[in-house]
T-cell receptor, first 109, second 113 residues
Framework: KNEVEQSPQNLTAQEGEFITINCSYSVGISALHWLQQHPGGGIVSLFMLSSGKKKHGRLIATINIQEKHSSLHITASHPRDSAVYICAASKTSYDKVIFGPGTSLSVIP | SQTIHQWPATLVQPVGSPLSLECTVEGTSNPNLYWYRQAAGRGLQLLFYSVGIGQISSEVPQNLSASRPQDRQFILSSKKLLLSDSGFYLC????????????FGSGTRLTVV
């Protein structure tokens, strides 16, 4: 079993829909990251959180430490949100990031 | 402010040729530095990390090596590329204190032909 898992693996949404991507992890973490990877490959860091909730524009990230679960929400989705969203965990015992497999999102106009 | 530079963005190399990818960080000192690789259809995997000049830890045995000749410079190398070395290579850094977040470079798309 992977230490960081994501669901769904692929997601297609209509423009304007509310989107949720889920991440669960099985290791102790110091922080949970949400990253966005566009088709060209470049990766942008969206959020780093260790508790609670963070919001940036139409993006909201939440984390539940007890349940070892995090969610990324996109409100009023737009075609430019189409990308692969990656959840990654910084482990407490090691100074490394464990990446999830990614969720491929396609937003259709 | 701190920034991370990674180059080149894309690279096509023949099998058996050498490789050198460079990553530099600005605006900070003594960062922890990381090289990750994403093979086609797979998630990112840690290759090397460094907590100081000349200190390199390897996570996965492979055809690659890393060096840190200066505090804010991290280099990924190979003497002879294999087809299986193709992939997306990502450099990242974080401050040395516990709980600090990571900043990722823009990545290098390597195709070995």
């Amino acid at each position: 079993k992977n230490e960081v898992e994501q669901s769904p693996q692929n997601l297609t949404a209509q423009e304007g829909e509310f989107i949720t991507i889920n991440c669960s992890y099985s290791v102790g973490i110091s922080a949970l990251h949400w990253l966005q990877q566009h088709p060209g490959g470049g990766i942008v860091s969206l959020f780093m959180l260790s508790s609670g909730k963070k919001k940036h524009g139409r993006l909201i990230a939440t984390i539940n430490i007890q349940e070892k679960h995090s969610s990324l929400h996109i409100t009023a989705s737009h075609p430019r949100d189409s990308a692969v969203y990656i959840c990654a965990a910084s482990k407490t015992s090691y100074d490394k990031v464990i990446f999830g497999p990614g969720t491929s999102l396609s937003v259709i106009p | 402010s701190q920034t991370i530079h990674q180059w080149p963005a894309t690279l096509v190399q023949p099998v058996g040729s050498p490789l050198s990818l460079e990553c530099t960080v600005e605006g900070t000192s003594n960062p922890n530095l990381y090289w990750y690789r994403q093979a086609a259809g797979r998630g990112l995997q840690l290759l090397f990390y460094s907590v100081g000049i000349g200190q390199i830890s390897s996570e996965v045995p492979q055809n690659l090596s890393a060096s840190r000749p200066q505090d804010r410079q991290f280099i990924l190398s190979s003497k002879k590329l294999l087809l299986s070395d193709s992939g997306f290579y990502l450099c990242a850094w974080r401050p040395g204190w516990v709980g600090a977040g990571y900043t990722f470079g823009s990545g290098t798309r390597l195709t070995v032909v």
